[in-house]
């Protein structure tokens, strides 16, 4: 997953894109990127690491122009550690487009393949984002070839795009001189959303993967990016609008709801927040359905996301709602965890436990949801430690069991803690006395029942259905050579970080 930004003003963006990341950083922390545009030249500054990290007051004053664009990242294809990879991407010609992209294209390699065969355009990196802009720049160029630039001429781009590449994809793009375009893939599966703010010189725009960095920035909420359409808004602040789909259906990313945006956001008509309780209460039922109430003590999040539905949850089963974890919000990744223990440590660094919430008592333990199970794990053992006398858990989320496609993180089939086990098997594996998932059907339901536009979700990860239907056991094969690639990429960058170190700490 990522994050996304654009902005179109009379005044300088360069803040306000900032600004906007630091609210969307709980999207990627692996990069960050900016572009600004002043005229028709490009200024644009990313790299490894947090958005407070990347960007200092240099690097912002080396960021002028009313125009510009972000991104945070959380790599899901290509390599995390090629600085190369970090978006924005550039392209010069035609006009000169600058691109930030949310998702993951599920025919990137035969793309790439195409381009370099048939449209004589070269990617240099393995990024599925370079793909992307290569392929917009095509198709802008056989539309706008010999005519002015017109909003017409850039949604036929955009159709054209929509034919030819799959999977879930969030746009944003500006255009050298002439605007900045924004789209969304035909299933709406990744987030966006636009906003306006009346500056002293006229509108501002704001095109963004979140309603929290709208409003975060001064901007009133206009809608969401509709599935398969596109925005084009000129330097005036104009916004023209177009369905670029032959058959776009809205089917937002379930995953979003659960655990990746922000409680306090607004997705596709569905305040998250509202979502997550609503997947408590249903939640409640189940545990009511598999175990008295009567032998459960307290209710605990794992914090953050899971507090919503703990506390609703709590509420139904009329049991006391405690925080009997503390998050250290100042502990950033672990880069040298060679091995299990470390990555043991790397959670109790993480979290610590209130040992007067769970002395004696039989704790029910709430998550969002229970992926590799190793984390889960060890905080029923913290639990234990705490002098819990049995300890239960429940995932707000029903069994990840497949892999997912369309931009989240998630690890191979084979790590994943539920992919060809039963709920026994799990409940053994992470140590509790009782494990209750959420059921697939009812988060459907009970998130669904928030906007009956809403087709459907892309909740793949969690029922093996994958909506644009082009993905193959192929595909998968591929998906896991590439993440057992990538975790080679981050074994060797183990390795050399722990030489340096060592070599620092060396005596002349």
């Known amino acids: 997953m990522c994050g996304i930004v654009g902005v179109i003003s009379k005044a300088p ?33 990313k790299a490894r690491g947090m958005v407070k990290d990347v960007f200092r007051t240099r690097n912002m004053r080396a960021l002028p122009g009313p125009v510009g664009l972000g991104q945070v990242r959380y790599p899901t294809a290509g390599n995390a550690f090629n600085e190369e990879e ?39 990196t393995g990024s599925d984002t370079e793909v992307l802009i290569n392929v917009l720049a095509h198709e802008m160029e056989r539309s706008g070839r010999d005519v002015p630039l017109t ?31 924004a789209f969304r893939d035909p299933y709406g599966i990744r987030p966006l959303v636009y906003g306006v703010a009346e500056g002293p010189d006229g509108p501002e725009i704001m095109v963004a993967s979140e309603t ?19 925005l084009f808004i000129d330097l005036d602040g104009k916004v023209h609008a177009q369905q670029c789909a032959e058959q776009p259906t809205l089917h937002p990313c379930m995953f979003e709801y659960v655990y990746l945006a922000r409680p306090d956001s607004v997705i596709d008509g569905i305040s998250v927040y509202q979502a997550r309780l609503n997947l408590g209460e249903t939640l ?41 974890f503390v998050k250290n ?9 060679p091995g299990q223990q470390a990555r043991k440590k790397s959670v109790r660094q993480k979290l610590n436990a209130i040992g007067v919430e769970f002395k004696g008592r039989n704790v029910l333990l709430v998550d969002d949801s229970i992926v590799r199970g190793t984390t889960s794990k060890e905080i029923v053992q913290m639990a234990r ?124």
């Open 385 to 508: 430690e705490a002098g819990a006398r049995k300890v239960y858990m429940a995932s707000a989320a029903p069994p990840v069991r497949y892999p997912n496609v369309y931009g989240i993180d998630m690890p191979t089939s084979e790590e994943l803690i539920a992919h060809n086990r039963t709920v026994e098997e799990i409940r053994q594996f992470i140590g509790a006395d009782a494990l209750i998932y959420q059921d697939v059907d009812a988060m459907k339901r009970v998130v669904g029942a928030l906007n009956p536009a809403i087709v459907g979700f892309e909740a793949s990860c969690f029922d093996g259905q994958y909506i644009t239907g082009d993905v193959s056991v192929a595909d998968f094969a591929a998906i896991e050579a590439q993440r057992t690639a990538a975790r080679k990429d981050d074994e060797d960058s183990n390795d050399r970080t722990r030489l340096t170190l060592q070599s620092r700490a060396e005596p002349a």
């Open 86 to 124: 970090a978006q924005p991407f550039y392209v010069n010609a035609p006009y000169g487009i600058v691109l930030v992209h949310n998702g993951n294209l599920t025919n990137a390699h035969a793309l790439k393949t195409e381009l370099f065969d048939i449209d004589r355009r070269h990617i240099n």
């Open 13 to 45: 963006v360069n803040q306000l894109i900032y600004d906007a990341l630091l609210l969307l950083q709980h999207r990627g922390q692996d990069a960050a990127g900016i572009v600004t545009m002043q005229g028709t030249q490009c200024f644009m500054h």
């Open 284 to 324: 409640a039922q189940r545990v009511i359905n598999t175990m008295p109430p009567s032998d459960i003590d307290v209710v605990i999040p794992i914090p953050e996301s899971s507090r919503p539905s703990a506390m609703q949850l709590a509420q139904k089963i009329g049991k006391p709602y405690r925080e009997g």
């Open 212 to 230: 929290v960095a709208l409003e975060g920035t001064g901007h009133t909420t206009v809608r969401d990016v509709a599935p398969g359409e596109a």
């Open 151 to 181: 909003p017409e001429l850039v949604f036929r781009a955009v159709r054209a795009v929509h034919q030819r590449i799959r999977g879930s994809y969030a746009v944003i793009a500006l255009i050298a001189g002439y605007g900045l375009l």
């Open 329 to 337: 919000r100042y502990v950033g990744r672990t880069f040298i965890m």
